[in-house]
């Protein structure tokens, strides 16, 4: 339908645009049609195809045909790929010719395509867009036409599109007005119900009373700040909103600045009204991203206490993946309201105006929204949570206590040695130079080693290294998996990844934290995402604490700029092989459990059952080769991957990956199972509870299937490991309160706590931590912890 309409458009003399990243679709494109991706912002005329495929839009049908394509079921020639088929049609010109010339062909590939002419005519005919469908529509049939909004309306009524019902309402919440807009409701209804919208500006202490009242007799109310940064450590309030009921609610500006601006109330005065409400563990409160407004009040000396709920986290719990979890995302999801935001009030880019320069006018629909956005959310996202008690569980008795845990860490911050990362930072510009001069030398030029252009230049049009994969714009790729693999066979593309690392840890690490350093308290303070990482997992930003590597030296070095103050040390307490654990646990194989109840090294142990050795004949080569297999398999990794990470061929990394199986037959039991119950019910889970949800699990399309079978696969481990540290973190928090050690919890990465302790209280808090960890959960194999300590984070590991 797609080629009937094109060249019926083109005949009306048309031109067309196909948004499309199909490249099918690049047989239908000439001087009138073309092809954009919206993907990759890129636009394709007949001369883009001809330099993306190698062939005109006349010759993509017989390139498609001789190429094979196993998305679309077409057999192509086998051995035959682009190379061969740009070639061949470069020569003959049409697979008709080539078909006439075929004796010519020599070697084992003209065999092939003599063997196969038959399905080649096959192959075209699939490959072909057919553009003669009769259909019993015309291209002016397609013209817009005004909307018929009461044939819209009851159209959406009768199938309960109530989310388009909603958007022809009226949406726009105007200041000191009442607007009626639909209610958001999950179940079909005849007419969508409407609410009145009422926002108010509280400017006087009568206002405020009236409200505080509101707040005290509330079960819940719903609370959020407007701030002069995003920087949670730096950030100062310029105003407070909060709501109790859907459609109401009011902002109390309290600092904006700009000429002309009213009289406002003045903010510790309003801070100090608000205090006992804020601070009262029994008052409960409802927010989106709670924990940043924590540290805000923090920065005013209120303790924000009493969170009972937060929208972001409930929409994670629900499902991690379903959408973003911002407010302005989760109310077009789950409301089908759009709402005001940041920018619109502020501006953009260079002409953004801080929002205490915003009018008091303008602040008030976006900063009242917010608090009324939330509470409404709340009211969508608790009904659906209780609906799944697993889930309803999960956020209240981890994802939320865990608000405060993340909010002590954050605020703790983490000590760094400047003049250490400034000496490191002269260290690492030094490789870096003496590895951009071997490249040099290498390439027998200079050029710009981050330049993905000149680079390209050097590797394929200087060095002839053989083209793996290209860009969307049909260039040769320098990306960092392509070079990875041209790196095993040449020098260049390894010296290129070894730069680009070096180069990425002195621009990230030792030339940032030294700025990322809090005037105030002399620290870092990194923020933690808890509603990020699909399976659980906790991930980090400002500095991202989970990306400095600990395998290189350099990465060590970053970490020894980790430093415990005077008359302290850093303990650093790490799960050992914890998805390891988990996969004995989740499978149950015998081999595995023995293994890990017996205290043995693990990769060890498998090296012996894979090599059918005794474990005092392991070598080490048998058993690194073990530990990639046991890591590999757990994250999906095909023979070849694990051939590629070993440097074996093909069919001995697959021998190795059937002798494991072989040897823990329990292991591939577990694979099977947890991909059949992930393609049955949609998602899988963690030991608590946690979902994952794969809907692309029963894809049509192979790669996107296969990659949501090896996600069905981990996710569980690492989802279970991630619910583990936070229980863990959960428990260890809740002893540093109740005991009062000289200690405190500074860092949470992967698998691992890290904690300053008082010199003379490190043995027992290491005690301590060590059985409050392995305590974390039951498991039908231990939970290891190692500890150590140290002057820095690095000699603690």
């Known amino acids: 339908m797609i080629g009937v309409f094109a060249q019926q458009a083109e005949r009306h003399g048309f031109k067309v645009i196909i948004s499309t990243g199909d490249k099918d679709m690049a047989q239908l494109v000439n001087d009138n049609i073309m092809l954009e991706n919206t993907m990759t912002n890129t636009r394709m005329d007949s001369r883009g195809v001809f330099d993306k495929f190698g062939v005109t839009p006349e010759q993509i049908v017989d390139y498609l045909a001789l190429i094979g394509d196993s998305a679309d079921n077409i057999p192509g020639i086998p051995k035959v790929g682009p190379k061969t088929a740009r070639k061949w049609l470069a020569q003959y010109g049409t697979i008709d010719n080539l078909v006439a010339s075929a004796h010519e062909i020599t070697g084992k590939i003209g065999d092939n395509l003599r063997d196969n002419l038959q399905q080649l005519a096959l192959s075209k005919q699939l490959a072909t867009i057919k553009c003669d469908l009769e259909l019993p529509y015309s291209i002016d049939d397609l013209k817009q036409q005004p909307m018929n909004v009461a044939g819209l309306k009851s159209l959406l009524s009768e199938l309960g599109f109530t989310s388009w019902l909603k958007i022809l309402g009226n949406t726009t919440a105007t200041p000191a007005a009442v607007v009626s807009i639909p209610v958001a409701d999950q179940q079909p209804k005849d ?120 929208t972001m986290l409930a929409s994670y719990v629900l499902n991690s993946t379903a959408t973003k979890h911002n407010m302005d995302d989760l109310a ?12 619109d009030v502020t501006g953009k880019g260079a002409k953004q105006i801080p929002f205490q320069a915003v009018s008091i006018e303008q602040a008030e629909p976006y900063a009242a929204e917010d608090a009324d956005i939330t509470l409404r959310l709340h009211q969508v996202l608790g009904a659906k949570l209780a609906e799944i008690p697993s889930l309803q569980q999960l956020y209240s008795s981890m994802e939320i ?6 909010t002590r860490i954050e605020a703790n911050g983490v000590l760094v040695d400047t003049a250490m990362l400034a000496q490191h930072s002269m260290e690492l510009a030094s490789s870096i130079n003496a590895l951009e001069q071997q490249a040099h030398d290498l390439a027998g030029q200079s050029f710009n080693l981050g330049s993905p252009k000149q680079v390209q230049e050097i590797l394929y049009d200087k060095q002839k290294l053989p083209v793996l ?78 990306n400095i590597p600990i395998r290189s030296e350099e990465g060590r070095k970053i970490r020894q700029a980790f430093i415990a103050p005077d008359g302290y040390k850093i303990v650093a307490a790490d799960y050992s092989q914890i998805e390891l654990r988990i996969m004995a ?61 070993l440097g074996l061929p093909r069919n001995q990394a697959q021998s190795y990956i059937d002798l494991y199986f072989s040897r823990y037959p329990g292991a591939k039991q577990y694979m099977d199972t947890i991909r059949e119950q992930a393609k049955e019910q949609g998602y899988v889970e963690t030991l608590f509870g946690r979902r994952l949800y794969l809907p692309e699990i029963n894809s049509r399309n192979a790669a996107r299937r296969q990659y949501a079978e090896r996600t069905a696969i981990n996710a569980p481990m690492q989802g279970t490991a991630a619910d583990i540290i936070k229980r863990a973190m959960l428990t260890t928090d809740n002893w540093l309160l109740e005991t009062q050690p000289d200690a405190k919890m500074i860092m949470q990465v992967h698998d691992e706590l890290v904690f300053e302790c008082a010199i003379d209280q490190v043995e027992s808090c290491t005690v301590q931590i060590r059985a409050l960890m392995a305590s974390a959960a039951t498991l039908s194999v231990p939970l290891i912890v190692d500890m150590g300590v140290g002057n820095n984070w690095d000699e603690a590991h």
Not at 262 to 269: E, F, K, V, Y
Not at 273 to 284: G, V
Not at 332 to 343: A, F, I, M, S
Not at 520 to 546: E, M
């Open 469 to 546: 994969k290209k860009t969307p714009t049909g260039q040769p790729s320098t990306d960092e998996s392509v070079l990875q693999e041209l790196a095993l066979s040449y020098p260049l593309p390894k010296l290129l990844l070894d730069h680009r690392s070096l180069s990425k840890l002195k621009s990230t690490y030792t030339d940032k934290l030294p700025q990322q350093i809090n005037d105030k308290t002399g620290r870092i303070h990194t923020s933690y995402h808890q509603a990020v990482a699909a399976t659980g997992r906790l991930s980090s930003s400002d500095p991202n604490l989970q």
């Open 401 to 406: 206590p865990l608000i405060a845990v993340l």
């Open 332 to 343: 077009k999801y789950y409301l089908g309201v759009d709402t005001l935001h940041y920018e």
């Open 585 to 645: 646990h989740l499978s149950a194989d015998a081999g595995l459990l023995k293994a890990f109840n017996e205290g043995l090294d693990v990769h060890k142990a498998t090296a012996a059952e894979v090599f059918s050795v005794a474990l005092d004949q392991v070598s080490n080569d048998m058993r690194r080769s073990a530990k990639a297999i046991n890591f590999g398999l757990i994250y999906g990794m095909s023979a070849f991957g694990l051939a590629q990470q």
């Open 191 to 310: 007419a969508a119900e409407t609410i009145d919208i009422i926002y108010e500006t509280i400017l006087t202490e009568q206002q405020l009373d009236h409200w505080l009242e509101q707040l005290e007799q509330a079960e819940l109310f719903a609370f959020d700040t407007e701030t002069t940064s995003l920087i949670y450590s730096k950030a100062l309030i310029v105003g407070v909103s909060f709501a109790v009921t859907a459609g109401k609610a009011a902002y109390v500006p309290l600092a904006h600045d700009y000429p002309g601006v009213p009289d406002q109330l003045d903010r510790t005065t309003v801070l100090e009204k608000l205090r006992p409400l804020l601070e009262n563990p029994a008052k409960a409160k409802l927010g989106q991203n709670l924990k940043y407004d924590s540290h805000v009040l923090a920065n005013h000396g209120i303790h924000l206490r009493g969170i009972a709920h937060d």
